[in-house]
């Protein structure tokens, strides 16, 4: 494999992926895997699906982009279903092109809101309170916002204004919300952190301090939101009645087609009822190619066929039976299922089989996966992730579990 002229940063598997089918994916040799990484949880409805497909060629040979300057009917149709059918709160949307885009939006809006509800001595709030092992995104802004120092080294001077405190610790949160405080953000399942979900406790209570506290909900459904969990979003598969201020999505909108996206809701923040949304007027924001015709079509394609085809609850179906078949298999190497619906992790039990240097028991045991034809994804050091397409036809789940089941015994 020749890759002298992209830059390495990825550690790639020695293969050349050239073509996928639903819940396959091909190598140059035409070799066929069972795709359990699904492009890292956003081939959402598999590779190829016909519906996406046939939606992205005719928006190609229609539109595919025409800039923010102008109307784009396909914005408004895909907001709508977002806010009215995936959200359910009244509110607004923003569309870009990834996670980390969606989320730097977020952290604009928490900015701006910090100056609009300043602190008691006037002094505008900035502070986003964020989780250890959490993941944001690689730009410098969330990059800041990950509570992970690996993806920092060496990127410092960090963008100010962001503390991390220990997941699912309402405690430590409480003691961190300092004066300058404007919001706080989590992923409702940790995803990259290694697929831990928030405990509904910790989720309500998260989101009662904000309402007596002033601050930002913010909520990164770039992983585990649209279907993912088993719930239209991450934080309903945890604690449905919460209520967010900001919310990101990416991955899984676009099926594979490059799409992100952040919601604002439309609460008011003051006692003129002024709304949330409306604090981003024209000129506070913008992308090129954010919400172009041809990535509209897609999303909506997309998202629409994971409502009407009851895709939702079948992530949740689905991950019931990822978690009951590893547990029955009773082995001494995996220490427990975490995860919601189909974002599921397997937490390898430490010191229980060998590793080779240099690698972390999640990064082997995904190698061997890969040589006996199944594609997973590690989440931390000791976490396999297993995050199929959400319509992974159940002989396929079977197929490549009982491939998962061959691996982890012959550890
Ligand atoms: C992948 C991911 C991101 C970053 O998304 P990109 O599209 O790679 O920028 C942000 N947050 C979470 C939770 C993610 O899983």
New binding site residues.
């Given amino acids: 494999m020749n890759n002298e002229h992209v830059l390495p940063t990825y550690g790639r598997a020695p293969f050349e992926a050239v073509r996928g089918e639903g819940s396959y994916l091909y190598d140059a040799e035409g070799r066929r895997y069972v795709d359990f990484c699904a492009g890292?949880a956003t081939c959402s409805l598999g590779h190829c699906h016909p519906v996406l497909v046939k939606a992205v060629a005719e928006q190609a040979a229609t539109l595919m982009h025409c800039s923010n300057l102008y109307g784009i009917p396909g914005q408004e149709k895909l907001a709508r279903l977002l806010v009215e059918q995936v959200i359910g709160i009244p509110g607004r949307v923003f569309f870009c092109n990834?996670?980390?885009e969606g989320?730097e939006g977020m952290i604009k809006v928490a900015r701006r809101f910090g100056h609009r509800r300043p602190a008691a001595d006037g002094f505008p709030r900035y502070e986003v309170i964020t989780f250890n092992k959490s993941?944001?995104?690689?730009t410098l802004g969330t990059l800041a916002a990950t509570g992970q120092t690996k993806v920092q080294v060496e990127f410092d001077p960090l963008l100010n204004g962001f503390k991390y405190v220990d997941f699912n610790d309402i405690e430590g949160l409480r003691a961190a919300v300092s004066p300058c405080t404007c919001g706080i953000m989590l992923?409702a399942v940790q995803?990259?952190g290694g697929v831990n979900p928030a405990t509904p406790e910790f989720l309500r209570a998260v989101a009662e301090l904000c309402r007596q506290k002033d601050l930002l909900l913010m909520i990164?459904e770039?992983?585990c939101g649209i279907g993912r969990c088993g719930a239209s979003m991450g934080w309903k598969a945890v604690c449905p009645e919460v209520e967010p201020d900001l919310v990101s999505c990416?991955?899984g909108i676009g099926g594979g087609f490059p799409m992100?996206c952040f919601w604002v809701s439309n609460r008011a923040i003051d006692d003129a009822g002024t709304q949330l949304s409306s604090i981003m007027g024209p000129g506070s924001h913008g992308s090129t190619f954010g919400g172009t015709p041809l990535a509209c079509a897609a999303g909506y394609a997309v998202v629409n066929e994971i409502l009407t085809q009851g895709l939702v609850e079948r992530a949740a179906r689905m991950g019931d039976v990822v978690k009951s078949t590893v547990e029955s298999w009773n082995l001494p190497c995996v220490e427990i299922v975490r995860g919601l619906g189909l974002l599921r992790g397997v937490g390898l039990k430490k010191g229980s089989f060998e590793v080779p240097e240099g690698q972390t028991p999640a990064s082997h045991v995904n190698n061997l996966c890969r040589e006996a034809g199944l594609l997973c994804c590690p989440a931390g050091p000791d976490t396999l992730r297993v995050i199929p397409a959400l319509n992974v036809p159940e002989e396929v789940l079977a197929e490549g579990l009982a491939i998962l089941k061959a691996v982890l015994s012959s550890l």
């Fill in positions: 890292i990834s996670g980390a989320n993941f944001h995104g690689r992923e995803g990259e990164d770039v992983q990416a991955k992100g």
